[in-house]
C-alpha cells in the first residue's frame, strides 16, 4: 500500500495536466494487483471492464439530477448485466472481489483528496 500512495501523491500533482488519466492507471493497477490478474486474464478482462466503467459513467453523467435511488437502480442494473462476463473471466469469488476493489480504490482516493490540504501545508513549511 505505501508505494501505492506514493503514487498517488504524484498523481494528484497540481501542475500535472494528465491527473484523470493518471489516477485511471492507478486504479488499473490497483484492481490488477486485488485481484491477482494473469497477464491472459488482464487481456480478457481489461476490455469487458471498460464497456462497463463507460456505461457506469453515462448513466451516473445522465442522470445527475434524477432520483438517487433510480440512479443506484440503474448502476446496480449495469453490474448486474455485466456479472456473467466477469464471472467468465475471473470466477465467481474474485467477481466479488472487482467490486470489493472498486469500493477500496474510490475510499484511498477519498482519503488521499482529504488529507492534501495537509500535506500541502506540511509541504509549505518545509520550504
Not at 60 to 68: L, V
Not at 73 to 91: A, C, D, H, M, P
Request: charged share 30%; aromatic share 10%; glycine share 6%.
Amino acid at each position: 500500500m505505501g508505494c501505492f500512495t506514493f503514487t498517488f501523491g504524484q498523481a494528484q500533482d497540481g501542475n500535472n495536466p494528465n491527473k484523470a488519466e493518471k489516477i485511471e492507471a492507478l486504479k488499473i493497477a490497483f484492481i490488477t494487483q486485488k485481484l491477482q490478474l494473469t497477464s491472459e486474464e488482464a487481456k480478457n478482462f481489461w476490455p469487458v471492464y471498460g464497456q462497463y466503467e463507460n456505461e457506469i459513467r453515462q448513466t451516473m453523467g445522465h442522470n445527475n439530477n434524477g432520483d438517487a435511488l433510480d440512479n443506484e437502480e440503474k448502476v446496480l442494473n449495469i453490474r448486474k448485466r455485466y456479472r456473467s462476463q466477469f464471472v467468465k473471466v475471473l470466477g465467481q469469488p474474485r467477481m466479488n472481489q472487482l467490486f470489493n476493489a472498486e469500493k477500496d480504490f474510490r475510499g484511498a482516493l477519498i482519503r488521499h483528496l482529504k488529507n492534501r490540504p495537509m500535506m500541502q501545508q506540511r509541504l509549505n513549511r518545509r520550504r
